[in-house]
């Protein structure tokens, strides 16, 4: 299985880079004023945060797709994207709260941004539910195409809802429509961050895909004709 | 007129449908004989279009509206009377349904009971005034027979026969020889997934269509 | 294409009103959340009017997924669903027949909901009656929406009265906030224009996930 071993070897590469990121952080970027040392989790909290999204957008796009192509390799796309998403939504609400503790004082607050990120988890909780909740395989994919672009829809509302809020969280300073309000080494540090997370997505996402085919066995490639 | 063209549908690596094909012009009955898990309801289901083939094509004359289906299951609301199912189904084919498909049955006495109160035997009669509401020119009979007494079966054999003779084109779907034979005018028999035996009836009777069946089933 | 919506829906309220069971389970079920939040909470500590947004919408919630499921249960008990599908009704025409019927369904519960907690909690709800309706059914037909269009999967597959909420859920967030940030502005006795950031999101979610559902429901009937 060629996509399998390219798949481990991306991801040994991309959990080496984020060692490097860290290096990078704690020893080559400036300590930020007011949050201290805390803030150095903002590289692992963005991209993290960023890619959960992604991935959810990605599992609608595959699925809008898939209902048009029926090409079980969409399907099998959007169930890896969907479990890689899962992962990084789950290390969004587990470094945010260590984040928070520092900063606001408590573990979990009910902020908008890391509430949504709740949403997004069970998003994909239901439709991983979903998928092994249905026997027939046509059926499943169907469903779970259904699923997912409602999913991918319910994000813009979820982003709307985060900027109409009174947050306690810290206001996006990077994707914001004026020029990043950050020092250049933190904003460079933070682009290494969200590349080596790209690579982290794809390499999860090449491995989850050749799993599922190895599952579905070798009838599975031609089940659809 | 109905047509079948290489139909071939799997359910994951169960082959439900082989390379089925046939014709039938309108007047024509086939009767579908075959064991459990032949492929008798897929075929049924293709034909009718609720299943989408994944090779070959089903065309009928006049398409979903000209249709008339019995399947597993009879298809009607328990909740509601017989003459409120079937004014509920006629009105999806915007017609009105009429008293003297219920007197063919021998249901106006039942018209307005419940049909969850109904015996299974007078169920599945309503279900067979239901699957001819719109008056359909093809009849898709998925086990017809299954609920109903010997002399309902009898009017229902002779209400098809009616049916053929005015031109009606029906598909009869059975794992029983003795119930479909008389009625068709031509006969098939399935076993995984394939036709393995059609062709037409020619005044054979249920006796030696069992024979040739049991030859077919069990051998080939 | 409207026409055979109608007629289902018919017929689908029609065997709702015959047995009334299931209408009655949800209206019980209603009162019964309503005492639960009566007793759930220390009265020496929190206001009502405080909280009375919150209990209205969650009522309303969880009766809504309670009656969803059952728009689809009812086209699989005898196959029913075979013979709609085999017939010629649009599928959309079928998904706005199960919404509309839907819509009545959770309406009626709606408003069996809403005098009972005027009176239990003692919310002023008349003088706000026409504003409230509106924002009521603006969030109804978004989340109903979704719900008729998860409830057609749901039902054929295993544990269906668990996922449905659990798919559901997520989907009735987004709208219930803002349902209710609006319905505190009326409660408050603010103009409902103050709430109109709210109400142009529930608008636009509306349209988008009708639309969606409309768009989407032939994939869950068609094989």
Known sequence: MKLLVA??????????????????????????????????????????????????????????????????????????????????????????????????????????????????????????????????????????????????????????????????????????????????????????????????????????????????????????? | MLRAEGLRHAFGPVRALDDVSFTLQDGQTLAVFGPNGAGKTTLLKVVAGLIRPQGGRARVDGGRRAVGWIGHQPQLYAQLTVWENLRFWASLYDVAPSDAILARLGLDVHRDRLVRALSRGLVQRVAIARALVHDPRVLLLDEPFTGLDRMAAEEFRKLLAEQAASGRVTVLVTHNVEEGTELATDVAFMRGGRFVYLAPRAGRGAGEIGDAYRRAVAGG | MLRHAWRIARKDLLIEFRSRTAILAVAVFTVLVLLVFNFGRDPTAVATRDLAPSILWVTFTFAAVLTLNRAFHLELENQALEGLLLAPVARGSLYLGKLLANLAFVTIVEAIGLPLFALFFNVPVLPVLPSLAGVIALATVGFVAVGTLFSAMTVRTRFAELLLPVLLLPFMIPPLIWAVLATAALFAGRPLSEAGGWLRLLGAYDIVFVTLAYLLFPATVDE
């Open chain 1, 7 to 225: 798949g481990r070897w991306l991801t040994a590469l991309g959990l080496l880079l984020l060692a490097g990121v860290y290096v990078r952080a704690l020893a080559f970027t400036p300590v930020e004023r007011t949050q201290g040392l805390a803030q150095k989790i903002f590289y692992l909290h963005v991209p993290a945060a960023i890619w959960a999204e992604g991935a959810m957008l990605l599992v609608g796009l595959a699925s809008a797709f898939y209902l048009f192509l029926k090409d079980p390799r969409l399907d099998r796309f959007a169930e890896a994207s969907a479990e890689v998403g899962t992962i990084f939504a789950a290390i969004v609400l587990t470094t945010g709260p260590i984040w928070g503790k520092p900063i606001w004082g408590t573990w979990w607050s009910w902020d908008a941004r890391l509430t949504f990120t709740l949403f997004l988890f069970l998003l994909y909780a239901g439709y991983l539910l979903l998928r092994g909740a249905v026997a027939d395989p046509g059926t499943r994919r169907r469903y779970a195409a259904v699923l997912g672009i409602c999913g991918a829809c319910l994000v813009p509302f979820i982003h709307f809802s985060v900027y109409l809020f009174r947050t306690l969280h810290p206001m996006p300073i990077i994707l914001k429509p004026s020029a990043p309000s950050l020092p250049g080494s933190m904003l460079a540090t933070w682009l290494f961050s969200l590349i080596v997370f790209t690579l982290l997505y794809v390499a999860f996402v090449m491995q989850r895909y050749a799993l599922a085919l190895l599952r579905e066995g070798p009838a599975g490639g031609e089940r659809h004709a």
